[in-house]
Structures are given as C-alpha cells and as structure tokens.
C-alpha cells in the first residue's frame, strides 16, 4: 500500500483509508462486532493505515469498535474522529456544537472510547454558525499543544471558512462530499491560494446521480435539498456559511505552500 502525507503536515498516511461509519450508522443496521471488528483488522493486515469515525457515528459506538479493533496495532495506524453535534437522550442529533467547552469534552470522552491517549486527525464535522472558525481553531491548538491531539481537519466547510480556520491553526485534511460531476471546491481553494495538492478526503463519488440501476436522462433528478444535479449538498451549506459571515470576505494574500492530496474515506 503507497502512503501519502497529508498536505506538509508529517502526518503520513496510507493512499487508501477506511470509512467505518458504515458499520455502525447510516446504512441499515449494525455491522456485527466481531464481523466488523475482523474486517477493520483485516483492512490493517492489507495495509491500510487511515482509519475514520465520529462521535455522531452510532453516536459513540463506532469510536468504541474502533478503539477494541485498532489497540492490538494502535502505534501503526492513524485514527480520525469528529466533533460538532449534540444528542438528545435517544441518540439523535440534536444541533450543532462546537463551543470550546464542548470540543474539548468531546477530545476527552473520544479518547476514553478509543482507547488511546491521542487523537491523530480531529475534525470539525460540520461548520457551527454560531461559534467563529477562529475559536474552533484556537481549541484545537490548545489541544494540540496539551498533547491529546495531533492535527486539526475540517469537514464541508467552505473556501473561506478554510482560509479563516488555517490562520489560527494549520488545517492538515479536508473531508468534503464530493461528486462526480461538481468539482467546484477545487477552484474554491485554488483561487484562496491553496494549491491542488491540499491534503483533502471524499467521498459520496456519484452524489445526486442514480448509482444503482440506469435511467433516461429526462428522469433524472437532483437530490433532494441540492442546488443542482450531481452537486453536494454539503457543499451549497459551507458557501452559504462563507457568504453570510461578512470576515469571509475580506480580502487575503494566497500562502501558496499548502499542498492537498486526496485519500478517501466516509464522511
């Protein structure tokens, strides 16, 4: 397996990454623990090193296979995981949060269930309108600087957003819903001044297209909630985020050392 380092962060990864939401959120029910647990190790055996959750994955359950899974090999392998929900008392999601407070109980009860003293890659899930990127940023850091963090990564957000977040503290990885047929984040950060090679994850390859059986043309729909077919919806949110927020437009010089290379893994 070829490895690839995320941006020029250090962080070192392997070109192909393991998605492991599905084993316990989103796509039916639950994977099995020991089935699930087999194949996140066989993954590890055919070298894969890149492996990615989120507290809101379950919630909290598949942080917790992850962390059974992975200890046999902890040192061997790169552990992404998220913050930015609240969960009412059935486990739904219940808001965005990503007050300061929040981030840092979300840091510590992540690294209790997954068993580690380290979160190497911890992203902002989503953006949350009501708390400035900079102090998002600016906790991570200080997570970062306490040693229970590694690198900061931001998930859907906009070319702005990036830019306001990677003056605080350096953003290592990208995770957006990418699709097929819309590519337009690329021009986005090219145009901030962030090259193509900026280390960024996808996923969701034929989004808004239908992937399971052919139809005409003339019958084809846009998912619900995109802007247009093919497009991430995700998408459409971070740029609404970028142009509500009037900081997002002031004018920046491009850095033009911040590489992006793309893995993927769920979102």
């Not at 090193?49 to 507290?55: G, K, R, S, V």
């Not at 999601?93 to 190497?120: C, F, H, W, Y």
């Not at 077919?229 to 459409?236: D, E, N, W």
Request: proline share 5%; hydrophobic share 35%; with cysteine.
């Amino acid at each position: 397996m070829q490895k690839r380092e995320l941006g020029k962060s250090g962080l070192q990864v392997s070109a192909i990454g393991l998605g492991c939401m599905g084993l316990s959120y989103g796509y039916g029910p639950a994977t099995d623990i020991q089935e699930a647990t087999a194949l996140i190790r066989r993954a590890f055996e055919r070298g894969v090193t890149f492996f990615d959750t989120a507290e809101a994955y379950g919630p909290y359950k598949n942080e917790e296979l992850l962390g059974e899974a992975l200890a046999p090999f902890r040192e061997e392998v790169v552990i992404a995981t998220k913050f930015g929900f609240n969960f009412d008392a059935n486990g739904g999601q219940s808001g965005m949060n990503s007050r300061p407070e929040q981030i840092r109980a979300v840091a510590d009860q992540a690294l209790k269930r997954l068993k580690t003293d380290v979160i190497d890659l911890f992203y902002q899930h989503r953006v949350d309108p009501d708390v400035p990127i900079e102090d998002v940023a600016g906790t991570v850091k200080a997570l970062i600087a306490e040693g229970k963090v590694r690198h900061f990564g931001l998930s859907e957000a906009g070319a702005q957003t990036i830019r306001l977040a990677h003056a605080v503290q350096p953003v290592a990885a990208l995770q957006s819903e990418y699709s097929l047929w819309w590519r337009e984040l690329n021009d986005h950060l090219r145009q901030q001044g962030f090259p193509q090679r900026r280390a960024a994850l996808f996923s969701g390859g034929a989004k808004g297209q239908p992937g399971a059986r052919r139809s005409s043309r003339r019958n084809r729909r846009p998912q619900e909630g995109n802007l247009r077919p093919g497009r991430s919806r995700m998408a459409a949110g971070a740029e609404a985020l970028d142009r509500a927020d009037p900081r997002h437009n002031q004018a920046a010089s491009p850095q033009g050392k911040h590489p992006v290379r793309r893995g993927r893994t769920d979102g």
